[in-house]
T-cell receptor, first 116, second 112 residues
Framework: GAVVSQHPSRVICKSGTSVKIECRSL??????MFWYRQFPKQSLMLMAT?????????EQGVEKDKFLINHASLTLSTLTVTSAHPEDSSFYIC????????????FGPGTRLTVL | AQSVSQHNHHVILSEAASLELGCNYS??????LFWYVQYPGQHLQLLLK??????LVKGIKGFEAEFIKSKFSFNLRKPSVQWSDTAEYFC??????????FGQGTILTVHP
């Protein structure tokens, strides 16, 4: 149980285009999902907290207009990287917190974004 | 703001050696502590967690960790590592807001 999927696993896009990444909790409901970014040889950096039915909360320094987050259902959150640039190339990981829990998070496999 | 520091970036051991990975955190409030593992090509998985109670926590695959409040530490240990333990290990702190702050990660390489 507690499986989180991400789609796509890899994406290559041209500079200036937008890319949508999906995060799904497959066998549980998640009122809260988190989006992280991981640079090579570095740790996971929290980008934003996504709450079902409400606006996402962004960490300091993360542009909310660039990284659009939608959490329309209890099993799906999406991250859209708008007008992507090469510096947005990174590994994006989502996690989902089961409804009724407090500090448990289950992680997706990540999405490798490469912007040319 | 909270921070997490892992002492070693890369640890190399032979099979059957004992393992201890250091983790120190900085946070003034009540914390929950986690160790996650990321095997090559796989997603993060929870190894063990500490919320309260016995400061010596046992996790999966023979791992354990000890919470020492006075030292702000949560070191991960395993008495005898296996080749299959080769992975990257992340210490994380969960705060009252439910967010996780991760350490830099420690790559463990176990030679057969």
């Amino acid at each position: 149980g507690a499986v989180v999927s991400q789609h796509p696993s890899r994406v290559i896009c041209k500079s200036g285009t937008s890319v949508k990444i999906e995060c799904r909790s497959l066998d549980f409901q998640a009122t809260t999902m988190f989006w992280y970014r991981q640079f090579p040889k570095q740790s996971l950096m929290l980008m934003a907290t996504s709450n079902e039915g409400s606006k996402a909360t962004y960490e300091q320094g993360v542009e909310k207009d660039k990284f659009l987050i939608n959490h329309a259902s209890l099993t799906l959150s999406t991250l859209t990287v708008t007008s992507a640039h090469p510096e947005d190339s990174s590994f994006y990981i989502c996690s989902a917190r089961p409804a009724g829990t407090y500090n448990e998070q289950f992680f997706g496999p990540g999405t490798r974004l490469t912007v040319l | 703001a909270q921070s997490v520091s892992q002492h070693n970036h890369h640890v190399i051991l032979s099979e059957a050696a004992s393992l201890e990975l250091g983790c120190n955190y900085s946070y003034g409030g009540t914390v929950n502590l986690f160790w996650y593992v990321q095997y090559p090509g796989q997603h993060l998985q929870l190894l063990l967690k500490y919320f309260s109670g016995d400061p010596l926590v046992k996790g999966i695959k023979g791992f354990e960790a000890e919470f020492i409040k006075s030292k702000f530490s949560f070191n991960l240990r395993k008495p005898s590592v296996q080749w299959s333990d080769t992975a990257e290990y992340f210490c994380a702190v969960g705060t009252s807001y439910g967010k996780l702050t991760f350490g830099q990660g420690t790559i463990l390489t176990v030679h057969p």
